[in-house]
């Protein structure tokens, strides 16, 4: 895994994770990061807009913008993963976030099983404020059950195709060490979150005390989205925070 980058446009730091979004961010020293939830999905482009007057508002860059959680329709397929990430990139670049290689911000993107959204649309989203407080400030990007490489995901996915309480253990002890090392990757470890949030709609009872409790994930609770993550055959996602400030708008 690499290791993490400076964006200094952002007063944050990233792990590298390709065009799509980035394996997460931590503030830079003098900076935190506050967290934004909207009352309802806001449909990508009307979110997009809500954002940047949200940021600019505050008196900080549209660079500063460095985390959001998307809510999709369906699950895509792996062509159709990719095309709506070739198009959500678009308004970071005009923002000067995304270089059109290397893209910072971290992201969750999950599809509600029940009252989904009519389009892609933004749940949430974060950036970063001066600030002189010492608590890590960080999000973790949303983590599915399929192993880094350029292979389909039909190849990568962990235990594909099953759904049964081995399978779905397995799936989640992948999924449980890749966010750890993320979390050592910017300085931090399960201590600092103060909040985890899980993706599925297969039974996580089983094994939650083992598997997600006794590694300190849920010292805060554990928020359950009944959602699966964005791409076909893909059963469970994790993603984690560690912030000061949150708000609904």
Not at 45 to 62: C, N
Not at 118 to 128: K, L, N, R, Y
Not at 200 to 205: E, F, G, L, S, V
Not at 206 to 231: N, Q, S
Request: a neutral charge; aromatic letters at 12%; proline letters at 6%.
């Amino acid at each position: 895994m690499a290791q993490a980058h400076d964006f200094p446009a952002g007063g944050y730091r990233f792990i590298p994770g390709g065009f799509q979004f980035s394996g997460g961010v931590a503030a830079a020293t003098g900076f935190e990061i506050k967290r934004f939830r909207f009352r309802a999905p806001v449909p990508l482009m009307d979110g997009f807009a809500r954002i940047e007057k949200t940021i600019m508002g505050a008196g900080r860059p549209l660079t500063a913008f460095c985390a959001c959680e998307l809510r999709s329709p369906g699950q895509f397929t792996e062509q159709g993963f990719r095309a709506f990430n070739e198009g959500y990139v678009v308004t970071l670049r005009k923002w000067g976030v995304f270089d059109g290689n290397v893209n910072p911000v971290a992201r969750s993107n999950v599809c509600p099983e029940i009252e989904a959204p009519a389009e892609p649309s933004f749940h949430a989203f974060s950036f970063t404020m001066p600030a002189a407080v010492g608590a890590p400030s960080f999000v973790i990007s949303g983590r599915a059950e399929a192993r880094e490489g350029d292979a389909s995901y039909r190849e990568r996915i962990v235990r594909f195709g099953e759904a049964g309480d081995d399978a779905m253990r397995e799936k989640v002890r992948y999924v449980m060490d890749e966010v750890a090392a993320r979390l050592a990757l910017l300085g931090v470890g399960w201590r600092e979150v103060t909040a985890t949030q899980v993706y599925t709609i297969r039974d996580i009872h089983p094994f939650m005390a083992d598997e997600i409790v006794r590694h300190g994930a849920a010292r805060t609770g554990l928020i359950w989205h009944y959602a699966r993550p964005p791409v076909r055959d893909l059963e469970f996602e994790l993603d984690c925070r560690g912030v000061r400030v949150e708000e609904v708008i």
